[in-house]
């Protein structure tokens, strides 16, 4: 396809919201035609951000009554925060079903998710008192969380009910239960944390949502699953993305080239690390390899398991069960 033969690229409004985290601001799209104006994520769930959306919105001679609906690109805190409140302004709230699990501050899901990390961490070597934090920190994040529910379900590879002019796309990786927005007249995708210019994806390991209880759930295999996107989004003509964090940008596939590069790096210096050690619990690994940033507990053990259950799955390291009920990360031999 060539430029000439592509549709009029629609007017995205860029919203850039603050946030209380590390990541920095987070970025709402709004998409206004004479019919409806739609908000693609909405902040986290604080005084500031809802001041700075309320005032992005009358820049364009909104109120956020005036909204039509909101569509949430995935169920973390900084993206969803002020979702009940637009819903309680009868704003419809458009998400993947399973999004709703985040939408529900001290609901089962919360207890789910602290199980299944307790039982996790506890196999992979985390300390009792690592653990403890970890679960406060979770606990606390999900506090800042709003109380929606899903108006409309999206459903994926299909279109968007409140934005025909796009496919719902599902990319997994970053989060399990994550979209994309994408429209292939124009080429523009709108892909939540999927892929940000300024800084490298986390691929966050989650619990399968299918098991009785939390201890019992497997995990996702997040980096896996998120290179496996990355290499799909490679097969679309894309011409500009709207990330959820940082300036919107084009030519994503020379970026998702360079991700999958690095990722392809650093899989090879777990591996040497691996071997060098004779045998390792995952946190040994995570608080070596990330010893500036061994205190964020979630952030290295999903990055260090994503690189082990890579290992593991082409051949190179093997998870073997001691009789402590630990797990020790070991090179395969023969
Ligand atoms: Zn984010």
């Excluded at 709207?242 to 998702?256: N, R, S, W």
């Excluded at 691996?274 to 964020?296: I, M």
Aim: hydrophobic letters at 40%.
């Amino acid at each position: 396809m060539t430029s000439s033969t592509r549709g009029t690229l629609l007017t995205i409004r860029r919203l850039e919201l603050p946030t209380p985290f590390p990541v920095g601001p987070v970025n709402a799209y709004l998409i206004k035609d004479a019919n409806q104006a739609v908000l693609i994520d909405c902040g986290p769930g604080t005084k500031a951000a809802r001041d700075v959306l309320i005032r992005g919105l009358s820049e364009e001679g909104l109120v956020p009554e005036d909204l039509t609906a909101v569509v949430l690109t995935h169920g973390h805190v900084d993206h969803v925060g002020q979702a009940a409140w637009l819903q309680s302004l009868g704003v419809t709230v458009c998400a993947p079903p399973e999004v709703e699990t985040w939408l529900q501050p001290g609901s089962r899901w919360d207890s789910y998710r602290q199980e299944f990390f307790t039982t996790l961490y506890t196999m992979q070597g985390v300390p009792e008192d690592v653990i403890h934090h970890a679960n406060k920190d979770l606990g606390m994040l999900q506090k800042l969380n709003t109380k929606a529910t899903v108006d409309v379900t999206l459903s994926y590879n299909q279109t968007c009910p409140v934005l025909p002019m796009f496919q719902v796309l599902h990319v997994p990786g970053h989060a399990q239960h994550a979209l994309a927005l994408w429209n292939a007249e124009t080429g523009e995708i709108i892909v939540g944390d999927q892929l940000l210019p300024e800084i490298s994806s986390n691929a966050l390991v989650e619990p399968e949502l299918t098991a009785k209880t939390g201890s019992e759930a497997k995990r996702t295999l997040s980096l896996m699953q998120y290179r496996e996107n990355l290499r799909s989004l490679l097969e679309l003509e894309i011409s500009v993305v709207y990330p959820g964090h940082g300036p919107v940008f084009e030519d994503a596939h020379t970026l998702i080239r360079s991700r999958l590069a690095a990722q392809e790096k650093r899989r090879q210096q777990f591996y040497e690390r691996v071997v060098e050690s004779g045998g390792t619990s995952a946190y040994q690994l995570a608080t070596s390899y990330f010893a500036r940033h061994k205190n964020q507990t979630s952030l290295i053990m999903s990055e260090t398991l994503g690189y082990l259950d890579w290992l593991s799955a082409i051949g190179e390291i093997d998870e073997v069960n001691l009789a402590s009920g630990q797990i020790e990360w070991k090179q395969r031999r023969g």
